[in-house]
């Protein structure tokens, strides 16, 4: 098994973030690139666990934490710089998913174990990792298919309550409470002028009449953060293109937690990891 951990890139504003890869094969049948979600990191829970069953299953994995997700490349599992973390905006992520696409394609030192670099790549989004990787994937021909996990439909997700952009606004800033960690984390009302900013191209159902790639959508039934609607309203935008899979009882992290030692995942993760395995196989048999 070939793992490497924490590559520094650099992303949006030239911060750097860190990657890791993992990867059993020299001739991989195709790149997986994650993508995690609000307040994530690379490292949360599961990530390492799943890694390895994608790396299995001849695929190279490929996590990295957004570079302003909160984390520093000192300590890319705390958030200890909130104040990146209140800057954090789409376009910044989306720079730093360029910057990864950038560095699997410029055939990267790290991976010179590999005879040739596979033609296909999948994204896979958590949350809000997922409803960004519909904007991504309808505008970036280089991805060959999307698979969300958890996913949001809709990036504004958090800001729909009547006065409450108003109030934004006004105060320049608001918090989220992180329920792990006790953390009250800024969010400035930059990102809504970000979004706003982008006109349509970060509403994701306009982004998802123009996604023309296969997008497999798993979903648990008992999910806490995002409700079933949001799948629904993803599968309805996405047209024939996408399909859903439930995961009956599944919460948010199926089945997760974080810190997590075990090798062996959770019942809901193991199908859900299957389930994309399987997907990803059955394009490819097909390109």
Excluded at 125 to 151: E, N, P, Q
Excluded at 154 to 175: N, P, S, T
Aim: contains cysteine; glycine residues 8%.
């Amino acid at each position: 098994m070939y793992i490497s951990r924490n590559i520094p890139l650099k992303g949006a504003n030239g911060r750097p973030f860190l990657l890791d890869f993992c990867c059993q094969s020299t001739k991989p049948s195709a790149t997986v690139c994650f993508v995690h979600g609000f307040k994530g990191f690379k490292d949360w829970g599961i990530w390492d666990a799943i890694a390895r069953y994608f790396a299995e299953a001849d695929f190279l994995f490929v996590k990295f934490n957004l570079s302003h997700n909160g984390t520093t490349v000192e300590r890319p599992s705390h958030f200890d710089d909130l104040e990146a973390f209140g800057n954090n905006n789409y376009t910044k992520e989306i720079t730093d998913i360029d910057a990864v696409l950038e560095w699997l394609y410029n055939s990267p030192r790290e991976l010179t174990f590999i005879d040739q670099m596979p033609s296909s790549l999948f994204y896979i989004g958590h949350s809000r990792g997922g409803g960004l990787g519909v904007v991504k994937t309808a505008t970036d021909s280089r991805v060959t298919g999307l698979i969300t996990w958890a996913a949001v439909s809709r990036l504004d997700y958090a800001w729909r309550k009547e006065g409450f952009i108003e109030q934004w606004k006004d105060k320049g800033v608001y918090h989220v409470l992180n329920g792990r960690t006790k953390q009250q984390m800024p969010l400035y009302y930059q990102l809504y002028e970000d979004f706003k900013a982008a006109g349509r191209s970060y509403e994701t159902a306009f982004a998802a009449t123009h996604l023309q790639q296969p997008v497999l959508i798993l979903h648990g039934t008992n999910d806490p953060a995002v409700p079933e609607q949001a799948a629904y309203e993803l599968r309805a935008w996405l047209g024939a293109n996408a399909q859903i899979q439930w995961i009956k009882d599944a919460n948010h992290v199926f089945g997760g937690s974080h810190p997590y030692f075990k090798k062996e995942l959770p019942p809901h993760a193991q199908i859900l990891v299957q389930n994309s395995i399987t997907f990803i196989q059955e394009v490819l048999s097909t390109c």
